[in-house]
């Protein structure tokens, strides 16, 4: 990497610059480092997973992302021009949009507001210019419906909709508003498998619509079964960064469960009588996995 | 009645259309509601009780009184709305009479001098409490508590430092006075036989403006987004703060208008006044559907709200009963509207309206 050119490719060129890349990022709060040494890139028509256990830093990458947090080394480029997020609105300035694991919906607004909320439709009335609600309910209707997501009543507040349903209307909102990278933060954490799979459906639409995704969560099948490129962090640092040819699902898998610390704390329970051998030989089979891989939902 | 059997229409076929709410559904979901059944209820108990509550004088008194909590009900209404507090409301009207008088006095400048610096002086204390709200992020009524104590201090310090009594001398002699008091509390008027007040008619004007500008606007969107979940309404790029600051702004320059009625009305101002007139302002909001936490409410909730407090201080005086009865009737108000409006809301948004 140390002869990559530094000399940022013009934007638009479809080899070109990737869509966000990140080089060498660190991140400190206070004497805390949060993150160290990422290198990840974003391409446009790719998946990229960002996996890793609580605290690993997914949350702290994402929100550099996003704006809402400054790197404190390394650089960020967007098409290749080196950029530092003020604030949340220069991100999507950018066409970088997340939608959060708490969606950033207000559940007592309207599905259709809650759609165009910080980047409202208006239209002249008189001297003034007011919410042209119409035309705003009429868009969030055909552009949910585009995604799939047929809602009888716009009008009801979103806190109604089911949490699938939630992430999805975040989603298609994101993708409405000319987002380009889409971040999604955990989206499938606090749903049941229906739900994921319906959620797991609009992320790849979404790659298929040409943007590239950045995808984080901490279940490596979810990630798998979508993703192109993973990305594992751990406490901080990259521990794993393999496009897909170069990894299977058991790896994967492994790697998320803790791999090591996960077999070194079995032996540590076996010895002080809490875990059984049989647990320890279980544990050692998933993480040296030669038969079928074992579920690690949290 | 044999042959009209014959034409009943046929069973509608609504499996393609969306189904419809019921009106019950549609009323129940409506903020003011509560407040509505209230406030009905309430005329027709005095209208039984009270034989003097029924002439259109006495309406028009108890909209009279209404009006002068209504019209910073608005004000705060939105404010709550937007998922704050103001404590220092109450003072605050006092704050900027005082000073719109006792400038254009001790200086004998021409009134409306005075009251341009009132109104820049109440935008400033709205801005104050907006921003040490934002900037500490100390709770706001934490924050308007304490500006309430050292407003209130100083309406007294400054006035008795000024004038050597309690209260401002009159102004009805100055220059400006005539056309400001037609502005702010020009003489009744009648319509039809019907004695109506200025304030009245403001109010309504607030009430209207409020509700147009919550419904139809985006920053009536932001409102409704930052006392919802400012989190999330930061992340789509709200501008939080900004509407936060601009909505005690508000209360501040109706804090203004209310102390100019206040002032013109009397020509005079009584520094200790407005202490506890801030409670009147939120109950009403709450009463009118405004939830404590914020995010959901609305304008004309709060001013069924003002409407309800000015028939009760109105009729128990027309009933011929102790006034101290009011303070009771008040609390025993705000309870039950903070529970209606529980159990209304819960029954409004766990109706999930079935998707294909």
Redesign the interface.
């Known amino acids: 990497m140390t002869e990559t050119v530094t000399t940022p490719t013009p934007a638009g060129d479809a080899t070109g610059a990737p869509l966000i890349e990140m080089t060498d990022v660190g991140k400190a709060y206070g004497a805390v480092r949060a993150l160290e040494g990422i290198n990840v890139r974003v391409d446009a028509g790719e998946i990229t997973c960002v996996l890793g256990d609580n605290g690993a830093g997914k949350s702290t990458l994402i929100k550099i992302m ?1 704006g ?1 947090h400054q790197h404190s080394e390394g650089t960020v480029r967007v098409d290749g021009e080196e950029v530092r997020f003020d ?3 220069q991100a ?1 300035e950018k066409g970088i949009a ?1 939608v ?1 694991q ?8 309207e599905v259709w ?1 809650n759609f ?5 439709k ?1 239209k002249r ?1 008189g001297p ?4 042209d ?1 119409n035309a705003m309910r009429k868009t969030a209707k055909e552009e949910l419906s585009k995604m799939g997501i ?4 716009l009008n ?2 979103i ?2 909709l089911s949490g699938g ?1 939630r992430q999805c209307v975040a989603i298609a909102r994101a993708v409405y508003f000319g987002a380009r990278v889409l971040i999604l933060d955990e989206p499938t954490a606090a749903l049941g498998v229906k739900q994921s799979g319906v959620v797991l459906k609009y992320v790849a639409k979404a790659r298929e619509a040409g943007l590239g995704v950045v995808f984080i969560t901490h279940n490596p099948h979810h990630a798998y079964m979508v993703g192109d490129h993973f990305v594992v962090l751990k406490l901080g640092r990259m521990s794993l960064d393999a496009h897909r040819e170069e990894i299977t699902l058991e790896d994967l898998t492994a790697l998320m469960a803790g791999g090591d610390e996960l077999e070194t704390l079995a032996h540590e329970l076996q010895r002080s009588g809490v875990a059984s051998a049989d647990v320890v030989k279980e544990i050692e089979a998933v993480e040296h996995p030669h038969d079928r891989p074992q579920g690690t939902q949290a | 009645m044999s042959q009209t059997l014959e034409t009943a229409p046929p069973p509608v076929e609504r499996t393609a259309e ?2 419809r ?1 019921s009106l019950l559904t549609i009323l129940l979901e409506r903020p003011e509601i509560g407040a509505f059944v209230a406030a009905v209820a309430i005329f027709v108990f005095f209208f039984a009780v009270a034989p003097p509550f029924r002439s259109l004088a006495a309406f028009s008194t108890v909209l009279y009184d209404s009006s002068t909590i209504g019209i910073m009900a608005v004000g705060v209404a939105l404010l709550m709305i937007g998922g704050e507090f103001d404590l220092s409301a109450g003072v605050a009207v006092i704050t900027a009479a005082l000073t719109a008088a006792m400038l254009s006095y001790e200086l004998s400048l021409n009134l409306w001098v005075g009251a341009i610096v009132a109104l820049a002086l109440a935008l400033t204390i709205g801005f104050a409490n907006g921003w040490l709200v934002m900037k500490t992020g100390i709770p706001s009524f934490l924050v308007t508590l304490s500006t309430f104590f050292m407003l209130q201090g100083i309406n007294l310090g400054v006035t008795k430092l000024l004038t050597g009594t309690v209260a401002t001398t009159n102004v009805s002699n100055m220059d400006g006075f005539d056309t400001l008091r037609t502005i702010f509390a020009s003489s009744p008027f009648s319509i039809g036989g019907f004695t109506l007040r200025i304030t009245v008619v403001w109010w309504l004007f607030f009430v209207a403006l409020a509700t147009w500008l919550l ?4 920053v ?3 409102i ?2 930052v006392g ?2 400012a ?8 501008p939080v703060k900004a509407v936060k600051i601009g909505l005690f702004m508000g209360v501040g320059s109706l804090a203004w208008f209310y102390g100019m009625h206040r002032l013109y009305a009397f020509s005079t101002v009584q520094s200790g006044e407005g202490v506890g007139n801030e409670f009147l302002y939120i109950i009403a909001a709450v009463v009118g559907g405004c939830l404590l936490t914020g ?2 409410g609305s304008p004309v909730g709060a001013a069924i709200g003002a409407f309800i407090f000015g028939m009760t201080r109105q009729g128990i005086v027309y009933a011929g009963w102790d006034p101290s009865w009011y303070r009771f009737f008040l609390g025993a108000m705000l309870l039950i509207a903070v529970v209606v409006n529980l159990y209304v809301r819960q029954y409004a ?8």
């Open positions: 996003a809402l604030s949340p609105r999507l997340t959060y708490d969606l950033a919906v207000v559940g007592l607004m507001r165009f909320l910080g980047s409202e208006r009335f003034f210019n007011a919410l609600s047929e809602l009888a009543d009801q507040p806190g109604t349903q | 969306p189904p709410k419904i139809r606007t985006r009536g969107n932001w409704f987004a919802g979940n989190a999330s309404a930061r992340a789509v790029g709200v995010g959901y948004s766990s109706r999930k309206v079935p998707t294909k």
